[in-house]
């Protein structure tokens, strides 16, 4: 139950920072917030009863992540 309290929370914080932000039409093209877009995905794939199209949502969200954390570092 307490894991499901932090991601609930994750996903409210998240919602927060994208309120606000996502309706600018450059919004989600920075490394930052491509991170913050596929995080968000990746936390929500996790209730998808389908463990072939979850596996393949979180794979790509990953790589999302791992490609983009890169910009966020090098800065």
């Not at 309120?19 to 989600?28: I, M, Q, T, Y």
């Not at 794939?45 to 072939?52: F, K």
């Amino acid at each position: 139950m307490a894991q499901s309290r932090s991601r609930l929370d994750f996903i409210l914080r998240l919602t927060d920072y994208f309120n606000g932000h996502w309706e600018d039409p450059s919004w989600g093209r920075l490394p930052g917030t491509q991170v913050l877009v596929a995080l968000a995905v990746n936390e929500l794939s996790a209730r998808i009863t389908d463990a072939a199209a979850r596996a393949q949502i979180q794979t790509a969200a990953r790589a999302v992540v791992s490609k983009n954390a890169g910009g966020i570092v090098g800065r």
